[in-house]
């Protein structure tokens, strides 16, 4: 099977857009995240380029690691999400067991809000420290992984409801919630100073 993360975005979307199950709302939360990371990593290169301080070179070189390893690990939950959702719809058409499905279908889009949640983070920084003619980029990036982020906790949601190990369960729960309380932070601090009157009237 191809994998969609090596095809083509037209190819994509017709599938995204096709009467099947797969791609669905976890893999698309994926795609929205690469397009967030993307952008932050589009920003950090031309800061690392315009600052002649050594000290933030540093800092900002260290971001760009970062950021590649969330966009990275970003990049295999674009299948992975599908394949755990078609092996959770077999289990449950063969009357097996479905927890450990359950389980792996709610740990992709949990991993997916983890990188995201980070990924705003270095958005945050590079809101405040990075290339100030990228601002708008930073603020696209930020909305993206903000998106992203809470449509892959709708999909942590949905499968954790027919978990039967309250452990699992109430650990996820309480990382969403946390995670989400700080993304929400994050994405109001940086929408709040640029809304659209605001971009508008700067000269």
């Known amino acids: 099977?191809?994998?969609?993360?090596?095809?083509?975005?037209?190819?994509?979307?017709?599938?995204?857009s096709s009467k099947k199950n797969t791609p669905g709302g976890g893999s698309a939360s994926a795609v929205n995240a690469l397009l967030g990371c993307g952008l932050n990593l589009m920003v950090l290169n031309f800061s690392i380029k315009d600052i002649n301080k050594k000290s933030k070179n540093e800092i900002l070189l260290k971001k760009k690691n970062n950021q590649n390893k969330y966009l990275n690990n970003i990049f295999s939950f674009v299948d992975e999400d599908c394949i755990a959702f078609e092996n959770l719809m077999k289990s449950v058409s063969l009357n097996k067991n479905t927890q450990k499905e359950f389980k792996r279908a709610a740990t992709i889009p949990?991993?997916?809000?983890?990188?995201?949640?980070?990924?705003?983070?270095?958005?945050?920084?590079?809101?405040?420290?990075?290339?100030?003619?990228?601002?708008?980029?930073?603020?696209?990036?930020?909305?993206?992984?903000y998106s992203a982020f809470n449509s892959a906790s709708i999909n942590v949601a949905i499968n954790l409801k027919y978990i039967k190990n309250k452990d699992f369960v109430k650990k996820k729960?309480?990382?969403?919630?946390?995670?989400?309380k700080e993304v929400n932070i994050i994405?109001?601090?940086?929408?709040?100073?640029?809304?659209?009157?605001?971009?508008?009237?700067q000269k």
């Open 1 to 16: 099977m191809l994998k969609y993360i090596d095809s083509s975005i037209s190819y994509y979307i017709k599938k995204l």
């Open 110 to 145: 949990f991993n997916i809000c983890k990188e995201a949640y980070k990924s705003i983070k270095i958005t945050q920084f590079l809101f405040d420290n990075g290339n100030k003619n990228l601002l708008t980029d930073v603020i696209c990036a930020s909305n993206m992984l």
């Open 173 to 180: 729960t309480k990382s969403i919630i946390d995670m989400g």
């Open 187 to 201: 994405n109001f601090y940086i929408n709040e100073k640029t809304n659209f009157n605001n971009i508008i009237c």
